[in-house]
């Protein structure tokens, strides 16, 4: 994973994630709590052809210095595990997840391997067997999101907090609290459950803030001055 990633405050997730020759779509992708399913696909940016590996471990959080967990009874397949791209080929890898239906959030960390077939560059930064130029892989995070929801929160100001059990997708923006960044900013975070953010571009003093919370894949509007007080 790239260093820059933080799971409950990021920038680093609106852009697409790249490894040599393979691009992913989503550095975080979620499988919302009413599907079994997800997609995300990985693209052959490279002129030749490209054999794409991806494998899948259960982690205990998002969060970096997430530890690898033995599965707890949660299962989650995917397909292809294995396939040769075209050049500039996009490949659909579908996620399926036929684990306890409980109210317990998963976390995943899916690899992306690539192998270029052709000659290998001798200035490429990779390892080199014949014909094959092995690259280094990416790693992306998937949440499966608990099939027993509980989604609250609590905003005021500029302070944003998960209080429930799922993890929320929050797109805010507003005046910007220095010029020198311009008149309207914008954050965008993911917030896992027991999490809060404080808003670092936007100025909420004035209440022309605007905050979207993602649930089961739909934005609504969050309700401003939501109490902070205990739950």
Not at 90 to 97: E, G, K, L, S, T
Not at 99 to 106: A, F, L, M, V
Not at 202 to 225: C, H, N, P, T, W
């Amino acid at each position: 994973m790239p260093g820059c990633f933080r799971f409950h405050a990021l920038a680093c997730l609106l852009l697409p994630a790249w490894a040599g020759a393979i691009q992913v779509s989503d550095m975080t992708a979620a499988m919302p709590s009413n599907k079994e399913a997800v997609t995300i696909h990985a693209r052959n940016t490279e002129q030749q052809a490209s054999l794409l590996s991806v494998s899948v471990t259960q982690v205990d959080s998002p969060y970096e210095g997430a530890r690898e967990l033995n599965t707890d009874g949660a299962s989650l397949q995917f397909t292809p595990a294995r396939v040769l791209l075209a050049a500039g080929q996009d490949q659909a890898v579908r996620f399926i997840y036929s684990g306890p239906k409980d109210d317990r959030e998963r976390y995943y960390k899916v690899t992306w391997k690539n192998a270029l077939l052709g000659l290998a560059d001798e200035g490429a930064d990779s390892e080199k067997s014949g014909d094959v130029e092995f690259l280094t892989g990416i790693r992306t995070n998937l949440l499966v999101l608990p099939k027993q929801p509980r989604f609250d929160y609590a905003y005021r100001r500029g302070h944003l907090e998960n209080r429930g059990n799922v993890s929320f997708q929050a797109i805010a923006y507003g005046p910007c609290k220095q010029k020198r960044l311009g008149e309207v900013c914008k954050e965008r975070y993911w917030i896992g459950p027991g999490y809060a953010v404080n808003f670092k571009t936007i100025d909420s003093s004035q209440g022309q803030d605007k905050v979207m919370l993602q649930r089961d894949g739909k934005f609504l509007d969050a309700e401003k001055d939501a109490p902070l007080d205990d739950a």
